[in-house]
């Protein structure tokens, strides 16, 4: 965290980028006829891009159909009881296989099990992100 | 986790009401305009409802107008290599005054800093859960 950062709790562009860096486990959320659905996913950063990957026949054709997507990523720092959530909003695409071998440059992890083999990358349109003071009273009385 | 949960991976849903029991942070994913948004959110399973606070007006005349959400929480245990994700997917609708009262004795923590007068409560229509084998190659090669 740089000292752009407001007072507010507003991370600067700069900030949500750094954090997006930092993870490598989010949640993405898109629509299915009208309503919200949201999935697990790891990712990695690829320049200006978010890339996952995806068998999930659901996701997929949910995307190919309609490509606006959310992504959080998002820590909990109990000692500091502060805790950070950045926001993407964009668009996902799936990448053509000349796309794929770049990709596989920048290192996305297979964490989640089964292969994988369908490469998606999301185009932010707009990153924000929050810092949160956490006020847990009860942590006081227990000191207390 | 009982035993009930299959090798697929797939938590029962007494597997998933007990991971959103144990858990206080997740994240909303709702839609405006047709278009996927998603927040962190701090919750309190109270029976068969997930109860939250808001003042965020977005959020909330979106629900009113929308009350179509699904909800996430997750949990990655680094050390075992697995990780759990549960999602609710159902309706939320603002507390009345009395349903309020109630929703107090029950303890829900106001955790991120200012004040959020309105109660809002999801009830679930399906609860799902997963639990992941994390698989990371690289560790392996860092212990070799």
């Known amino acids: 965290m740089d000292e752009t950062s407001t007072e507010q709790g507003v991370l600067s562009t700069e900030d949500c980028w750094a954090v997006?860096?930092?993870?490598?486990?989010?949640?993405?959320?898109?629509?299915?006829?009208g309503a919200p659905s949201i999935a697990p996913i790891n990712y990695v950063v690829d320049g200006d891009q978010l890339v996952f990957r995806t068998t999930d026949g659901t996701k997929l054709h949910n995307?190919?159909?309609d490509p606006r997507v959310a992504f959080e990523?998002?820590?909990?720092?109990?000692?500091?009881?502060v805790g950070v959530s950045v926001v993407v909003r964009g668009e996902a695409h799936v990448l053509?296989?000349?796309?794929?071998?770049?990709?596989?440059?920048?290192?996305?992890r297979a964490w989640l099990g089964h292969d994988r083999p369908v490469l998606v990358a999301i185009r932010p349109a707009e990153v924000t992100g929050r810092r949160y003071q956490l006020r847990r009273p009860w942590r006081s009385m227990m000191r207390g």
């Open 20 to 33: 997006l860096r930092s993870r490598e486990f989010g949640r993405l959320a898109y629509v299915i006829e």
């Open 63 to 65: 995307i190919i159909a």
């Open 96 to 108: 053509s296989a000349d796309e794929e071998y770049r990709i596989e440059q920048v290192g996305l």
């Open 73 to 81: 990523v998002d820590e909990v720092d109990d000692a500091d009881e």
